[in-house]
Each structure stands twice: as structure tokens, then as C-alpha cells.
């Protein structure tokens, strides 16, 4: 449904009315807390003052993952964001519950991200999930969803889209984090289901758990601003990286032995097949074995925690098409401000050493 054809009338969200040129905050109630009071969802709608597409912005659909929500606190805060045409929803906290007790999870223990496009009579979950998806995602045209890397680990930014969905490739090329990677998403979760109803929607990966970290908040900012210029909702040209990576391959490295990880990559480093990515050693610093890049790659995630446990994920990796790929995926997030702040600062977090 396209709701951004009804321009010259206001428009109602939640009982607020939204005129063209108007920037309001409404609140989307979605469930009852145990203690019987509404639990809503806190959002800000903005109206160009032409006639456009309608787009979400949503953060923390994990309760702990609040890189975006900062990112979204800060677009509606600064003046950045002149709409001039359509509808931005900007939603700084999707899972509420979750985020009261800074938890990925649901109070019961249910994954929000699993349980789209909902069920009116289901579990909790499922009843939140279908009030968000009917309320939001089927009045909205385009969706992008701000995320960060589980517990324990740091993703560098990047965008994950469906291939073969020219919409989703437009919105991720339009993005501008410089690594995109292939993928519908898991079945149940937001951007695959609103996807399938017509609503193309993009995910964005950066950084941790429980911060708001500048330079990811930075690069999420870029791309959402980079994306409503692309739907000429802004004025002006998203500001792109001179290049962007697709990847349709990635890969956990995990830890072999138990023991303690000496680093030698960081996030967003590229490697070569055959480079040392991590030597593990027991407490008292005898080696145990060394993890070894099986391919030529880009570092797109990696546990923050070098003590490990034989499977458990240490870095996960990019398929790049070859060493000279790789060389020139460096150089152009080299030449990328956003993208080498992210770089630089994601790596000042990990004690990186060079390999024996
Ligand atoms: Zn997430």
C-alpha cells in the first residue's frame, strides 16, 4: 500500500494527526504490561511537504542493540533530516521489552525477530510482532533496520540485502556502508517478511551491544540520509564510497582448541588466504595452534572475547573475489571517512599483535 499518495491530507499515526511539513511524535501501543499498563512504542513521524514514498527507520528490534537507537536519537535531533517529499517513521526502539532489561530477548525468551509478520492469537511475541507489522511495515514502502552484532562481538558496518530483489539492492547500494552482504534473512525476521509484503527493507549490521558508538552511529546516519536522497524524499546526492563490495559468501572461523586468542585482525581488515588470523595459546602463553584465513577475505565481524572454547566463533569473513579484490576493498575504505573512522575505532577496542 502506497500511503504516501494521499500528500495534500493529513495523515493519522496512532491517533496523531500528521500534516505535510509536520514532524510529530506518537506512540504505537503494542501489548500490557505485567503490572496492567499500556506498553507502547515511542516514535516520530516526519512529512515531506510533496508527495513521496513512506519509510521505517527502526532500532533495537534486539533490546540490547542500541547503535541504532542512537543513530535514530540523533537524526531527530540534529536537522539533517529536511524531508521534502513522503514519510519517514522513525522508531529509536522497536523492542521495548527487550530494551527495559537490555535484552536481545522478549520476556519470554522469545526472538521479535523470528516471530514476524505476527499472529493475532499466538504467543506474546507473535501478538507484538503482528500489531508492529500491520500498524507499520504494511503502511510503509521501504524499511531499514538498524542492527548490531550479538553479545561478545563487534560487527564493521555493513548492509545485508536480497540479491535478487532489485529494490533491496537499490536501498543497500544507495546505503553507502561499503560491504554489502547477500541474504534474505532468516525466516520470521522483519526485513524478510516485509520484504515478501512489499515493503523492500534492508538490514544494517555495526559495532556492539549496549553503546552507542560514535563512528557507527555516524555511518548509520550517512546511509539513512544516503537513502531518502536516493527516493528523493531530500534534496541532494547520497554520498557514496568510491566502492562497494557485494559478498555472497561468509564464513565463522572458529576456535579449535580451548585457550586464550592473540588477534592479528581487526574489524574490517581484508586478509588473504593463507594469512594467520588469530594464534591461541594456553593462559601461561604456550602455543596451542594458529587460525588461518581459508580464503582471500574482509573481516565483517569477530568475537570482542579472546578467551575460547573449541567451535566457539572467533572472526567471521567476507569471501572477496581474489587478493587483488581484497587490496582494493582496503584501499576504498581506506579513502571512505566514515568507513576508516569505523575501522580505526572498532580496532582501538581489541588488542591486536602481530603473528610469530
Ligand atoms: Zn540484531
Redesign the pocket.
Known amino acids: 500500500m502506497v500511503s504516501g499518495s494521499s500528500h495534500s491530507s493529513s495523515q493519522s499515526w496512532f491517533g496523531k494527526s500528521v500534516a505535510p511539513g509536520e514532524s510529530v511524535n506518537s506512540e504505537l501501543l503494542i501489548t500490557e504490561s505485567y503490572s496492567s499498563r499500556d506498553v507502547g512504542i515511542s516514535l516520530r513521524v516526519i512529512r515531506g511537504l510533496g508527495d513521496g514514498p513512506t519509510v521505517f527507520v527502526s532500532g533495537a528490534?534486539?533490546g540490547d542493540?542500541i547503535n541504532g537507537t542512537g543513530a535514530i536519537r540523533s537524526l531527530i535531533a540534529d536537522d539533517d533530516l529536511k524531508l521534502t517529499a513522503g514519510t519517514v517513521v522513525l522508531i529509536p526502539v522497536l523492542n521495548v521489552l527487550g530494551f527495559e532489561r537490555h535484552s536481545?530477548y522478549l520476556p519470554d525468551r522469545r526472538d521479535l525477530?523470528r516471530c514476524f509478520p505476527g499472529n493475532a492469537s499466538g504467543s506474546m511475541a507473535t501478538r507484538m510482532a503482528k500489531v508492529i507489522f500491520d500498524a507499520i511495515v504494511r503502511r510503509c514502502d521501504y524499511g531499514v533496520d538498524l542492527?548490531?552484532a550479538?553479545v561478545r562481538r563487534t560487527n564493521y558496518p555493513n548492509v545485508r540485502a536480497d540479491f535478487r530483489n532489485p529494490d533491496c539492492m537499490r536501498l543497500a547500494e544507495a546505503f553507502g556502508a561499503g560491504v554489502i552482504l547477500d541474504g534474505k534473512g532468516p525466516k520470521g525476521s522483519l526485513r524478510r517478511e516485509a520484504t515478501l509484503a512489499d515493503c523492500p527493507t534492508i538490514v544494517v549490521e555495526g559495532g556492539e551491544v549496549w553503546k552507542v558508538e560514535p563512528s557507527i552511529v555516524d555511518c548509520m546516519k550517512r546511509g539513512v540520509l544516503n537513502v531518502l536522497k536516493h527516493l528523493e524524499m531530500m534534496e541532494g546526492e547520497p554520498e557514496l564510497p568510491i566502492g562497494q563490495v557485494k559478498i555472497k559468501q561468509t564464513k565463522w572461523i572458529r576456535a579449535e582448541r580451548g585457550g586464550f586468542m592473540d588477534l592479528h585482525v581487526s574489524p574490517g581488515s581484508t586478509v588473504t588466504a593463507g594469512q594467520p588470523i588469530a594464534t591461541n595459546s594456553t593462559l601461561v602463553h604456550q602455543d596451542q595452534n594458529q587460525l588461518i584465513a581459508p580464503f582471500d577475505g574482509i573481516v565483517i565481524g569477530m568475537s570482542t572475547l579472546p578467551a575460547v572454547q573449541p567451535g566457539e566463533p572467533v572472526v567471521h569473513l567476507g569471501r572477496l573475489a581474489g587478493a587483488k579484490s581484497a587490496r582494493r576493498v582496503e584501499k576504498h575504505s581506506q579513502a571512505d571517512d566514515v568507513q576508516r573512522t569505523a575501522q580505526e575505532h572498532l580496532s582501538t577496542n581489541i588488542q591486536i599483535v602481530d603473528p610469530n
Open positions: 528490534l534486539h542493540e536481545r525477530n542492527h548490531t550479538a
